[in-house]
Nanobody
Framework: QVQLVESGGGLVQAGGSLRLSCAASGRTGRTYGMGWFRQAPGKERDCVAGLRWSAGTTYYADSVKGRFTISRDNANNTVSLQMNNLKPEDTAVYYC???????????????WGKGTLVTVAS
């Protein structure tokens, strides 16, 4: 089993920054990816950023490119999401996820964190 625990999130003004972190514990194995998804009320849960742990390759949704950065801390088995120039439309519950698959779709994730709320005020 794998456990994912998110931290960070909160309320920020438009144009501000927040940093989310996700610590993975348990038997993650070596070939996996970790990503950040978000879900706003009435909308689907979509991936905003992903990272292949061993290769270090990244994925970003078009809506966050140039504003969000995903990074890892190998020593602590943690993945972080630095979010800059936040917009009201970034408001959502953000979830950390781990996958052994190759695509960044919610249905393809194997483990989920409980989520953390990000609210961007205009």
């Amino acid at each position: 089993q794998v456990q994912l625990v998110e931290s960070g999130g909160g309320l920020v003004q438009a144009g501000g920054s927040l940093r989310l972190s996700c610590a993975a514990s348990g038997r993650t194995g070596r070939t996996y990816g970790m990503g950040w998804f978000r879900q706003a009320p009435g909308k689907e849960r979509d991936c905003v950023a992903g990272l292949r742990w061993s290769a270090g390759t990244t994925y970003y949704a078009d809506s966050v490119k140039g504003r969000f950065t995903i990074s890892r801390d190998n020593a602590n088995n943690t993945v972080s999401l630095q979010m800059n120039n936040l917009k009201p439309e970034d408001t959502a519950v953000y979830y950390c996820a781990l996958t052994y698959g190759s695509a960044w779709y919610a249905s393809g994730m194997n483990y989920w964190g409980k989520g953390t709320l990000v609210t961007v005020a205009s």
